[in-house]
């Protein structure tokens, strides 16, 4: 299945290169009033979701564009373009995500930045990699060495309770922050040491199913921000081991 991911996501990732080529022609649509949905998008979890089914017929789907397939013990769950705005703006910064789940546990998670030519994968209990090489989160221990991402799909949905209320606690506590509009590519940015630290609100399982298991087979913890390390949270934390603990504590002052 692992072998099958990879030439799968692979796949997906050439099909967003070519649409990006063609930007400009692109059919694009309003979810709502912040959010979009480009032809990529549609076309790209089309075509993962035919894949997936022809090669494993029994299992679930849960996609970002098209919702839940039924299925067995195996569910696949998918968003075909993490990262639309920065996609559709011509910017680099979008991901394909891709996490399979065996009963409810994570067992497999790839994720592609195909403009910057990366492909971050994991295996439960077998480690993460890049490009094929092992990848682990940093040593950060302290919130002023810190570096961190978050984003704002809170604010983009007008929720009072939102990511700006932390950034502005944070910030004067940390070394400096980023933010690529794609939940997956900032959780592969602290599995492989990029970041020290992550955290955002109002998220989907699509948004984090893989990233979660790329950063925990990196040495990295992901919870909600109660401390719970069950399920795909809306409201997430990922860090390195040590900072974990601190941002957690900050996040919840």
């Not at 709502?32 to 679930?60: G, N, S």
């Not at 990295?220 to 603990?245: C, H, K, M, Q, R």
Request: hydrophobic share 40%; glycine share 10%.
């Amino acid at each position: 299945m692992y072998d099958f991911l990879k030439t799968l996501i692979t796949e997906a990732a050439a099909m967003s290169l070519e649409y990006r080529r063609k930007l400009a022609g692109i059919t694009i649509n309003r979810k709502h009033a912040k959010d979009f949905v480009t032809e990529a998008d549609v076309a790209v979890e089309q075509f993962l979701v035919e894949r997936i089914q022809k090669q494993y017929p029994d299992h679930a789907i849960f996609g970002e564009e098209s919702g839940a397939y039924a299925g067995g013990d195996w569910r696949w769950i998918i968003d075909p373009i993490d990262g639309t705005g920065s996609f559709m703006h011509g910017q680099p910064f979008y991901s394909i995500s891709i996490g399979v789940e065996y009963r409810g546990q994570l067992m497999l998670g790839a994720v592609s930045h195909p403009a910057i030519g990366e492909l971050f994968m994991a295996e439960k209990g077998r480690g993460a990699t890049c490009n094929g090489r092992p990848i682990r989160v940093s040593s950060c221990e302290k919130m002023i060495d810190a570096m961190l991402a978050t984003g704002f799909a809170c604010v983009r949905d007008n929720r009072e309770r939102n990511s700006l209320q932390h950034l502005n606690r944070l910030l004067p506590r940390i070394r400096d922050i980023r933010r690529t509009g794609s939940a997956a590519m900032d959780m592969c940015y602290v599995a492989c040491g990029r970041y020290d630290g992550y955290w955002e609100l109002n998220l989907k399982p699509y948004d984090i199913a893989a990233g979660t298991l790329i950063v925990r087979e990196a040495g990295g913890i992901v919870s909600d921000f109660s401390g719970d390390t069950a399920g795909l949270p809306s409201e997430i934390i990922a860090a390195t081991p040590t900072l974990y603990p601190l941002l957690r504590e900050a996040l919840n002052a």
